[in-house]
């Protein structure tokens, strides 16, 4: 007796995955109708563009004539561009500066909102806010606030501590903190609600642990609290830096690449070659661009999943 | 709020002090040479979250309902020489962010619309049809996420000038925008993990009791996954609200264009005080949602759809 009901438990599991499986035609129709939508738009507009991208960069291509056969010219046309240099450097420039504005600072905010008791939803909800608000209009709002007249907003308020007035956009060497200082301001909310969910997650009891060995306040941050943190940090950090190569609406709308190319970005170069050339675009030159980025990016994105998984079984 | 002290799981069997502790012992905040400062660590972290966070926009619902010669001379003085409200109706009828807002929200509509149909059947197919070869078109599916989105730019623009097979050209027709914002691939994996998870005796049930793949769907699996319809929902608004560099590219019609697209080119030709009232009401649905769906925000969920930059 025992064994037949114990059986049956078993069959099921086996009957719901086989049966899970399209058995007729009509079946496989309907799965068909549900794959549809998937399959057209994913083919039209992302498994096809990419491929198309690949062929493109070695394609001579502007929509105009029939697209011919270059081999590896375009890559060759780009790397030999003098705006290339500028714009590799001015987005490892940026880079570099969001890491000094955008890394400590929500680490720091996070650790002390952890700890608040009461109200914490308040703080949260006020470090965020600037997420949600549509990037052009944060951009066209600092523009405002980045006036380099002595009426400016920001000279205003230095003005009152003597210091000032600042160029800001208008100088060379102002122009991209001032836009890197603006991007954390806008984005910083996101990185510290992704820190204060792995700072919840710390298990109480290593706290406890702490606090029997006497531990102070300072050791606990040090040994528990950071090292907790050591793989979220990680994965923030290969974020950042791919969404900061990808730097655009910025520039474009504070400075335009300017002033003398300052902040010209690897995507504002894509963007000039394919949709600001009076000749046309070069959508060659821009295809092989996009790729040598993407080719750079991939190491950072793979390493992202690599975290993620190695993350997701470890905790 | 609530979503965020969510691992109270692990709270330790035993030890009664730590219920929902973090660095700080109840013991150590019982003194002063510790609660004091903590205190005050507090406070001017509400301070600078206030300044910072709250600020900027509040000085742009003032500057809105302030008279631009004020905000020129007097950027940081409260109220001068009194409120303008007719800034913001100016903003509204005269320079036509009516049209523009609504542009905006019918692009946002029309793409959370694609957006549910093709990660919900698509979801669906994958995680409870499963059809033979579905391992590899999920593979496929989550190799887009490896992509970044600038190497679709120029052939993604390309392929909207003239569709292939339909022959098409989707230029200043807002499919441009809401087809591309469906083949979203973390929307495809979210909704099919999150079926993945729903009980299987269910849908055995259902098709003993005769129902078919289409019943199935609509109302078993359907209304079983409000929670993710809900996360993908309000992601896909905020993202298509916030998007600017696509819109761009694809709508050239002035009167078709979405808010972000607009205001940029709207800047020079207007008023400061008119132009920053526009840059007010554009804000107010996403601060609006933010506001209602606060716990999906704060719950992390996001870091998910982050990789999509």
Known sequence: ?315 | MTALTRPRARRPRSDSSSADRGIISSTEWRQRRIRWPVRLLHAATLVFLLIVGLGPLLWMVKSSVTPTQDTLRYPMALWPNGIDLGQLATAWSRTHIDRYLWNTVVIAFGSWVCQLVVATTGGYALSVLRPRGSGLLMGLVIATLFVPPIVLLVPLYLTIVDVPLVHARLIDNYWAIWLPAAASAVNVVLVKRFFDNLPREIFEAAKVDGAGPFRLFRSIVLPMSRPIIGVVSVFAVIATWKDYLWPLLVIRNPNLQPLSVRLPTLQPTTDLGVFIAALTISSLIPIALFLVFQRLFLSGQGLSGAIKG
Do not use: C
Request: aromatic fraction near 12%; avoid cysteine; charge should be neutral.
């Open chain 1, 1 to 315: 007796m025992s064994t037949v009901t114990d059986a049956i438990p078993a069959v099921d599991r086996v009957a719901a995955r086989r049966g899970a499986r399209p058995r007729l035609t009509r079946d496989g129709l309907s799965t068909l109708a549900f794959l549809l939508p998937l399959l057209a738009v994913f083919g039209l507009f992302a498994w096809f563009p990419i491929l198309r991208a690949v062929v493109m960069s070695v394609q001579e291509t502007n929509l105009v004539s029939e697209p011919s056969w270059v081999g590896l010219d375009n890559f060759a046309h780009v790397l030999a561009d003098p705006q290339f240099g500028i714009a590799v450097a001015n987005t490892l420039w940026f880079t570099f500066l969001a890491l000094i504005f955008g890394f400590p600072v929500p680490i720091l905010l996070a650790v002390l909102m952890s700890e608040v008791r009461r109200g914490r939803g308040w703080y949260s909800a006020l470090a965020y806010l600037p997420v949600v608000i549509p990037p052009v209009v944060s951009v066209l709002l600092w523009r405002f606030f980045y006036d380099a007249s002595a009426r400016g907003v920001f000279n205003t308020i230095l003005g009152w501590l003597g210091l000032g007035p600042f160029p800001w956009l208008q100088a060379a060497g102002t122009a991209m903190p001032s836009i890197v200082i603006e991007a954390t301001w806008a984005n910083a909310g996101a990185t510290v609600i992704i820190y204060l969910a792995a700072l919840v997650s710390v298990p109480p009891e290593l706290y406890d642990a702490a606090d029997v060995d006497g531990a102070s306040i300072w050791q606990k941050i040090r040994s528990i609290t950071l090292p907790h943190l050591r793989s979220v940090i990680a994965l923030t950090l290969i974020l950042q830096l791919i969404a900061t190569a990808q730097l655009f609406t910025e520039p474009l709308l504070f400075t335009g690449g300017g002033p003398n190319n300052a902040t010209l970005t690897v995507l504002l170069l894509i963007y000039r070659y394919a949709f600001t050339n009076s000749l046309g675009g070069d959508y060659g030159m821009a295809a092989a661009l996009s790729l040598m980025l993407a080719a750079f990016l991939a190491l950072f994105t793979a390493g992202y999943y690599r975290l993620t998984r190695s993350w997701s079984t470890s905790s």
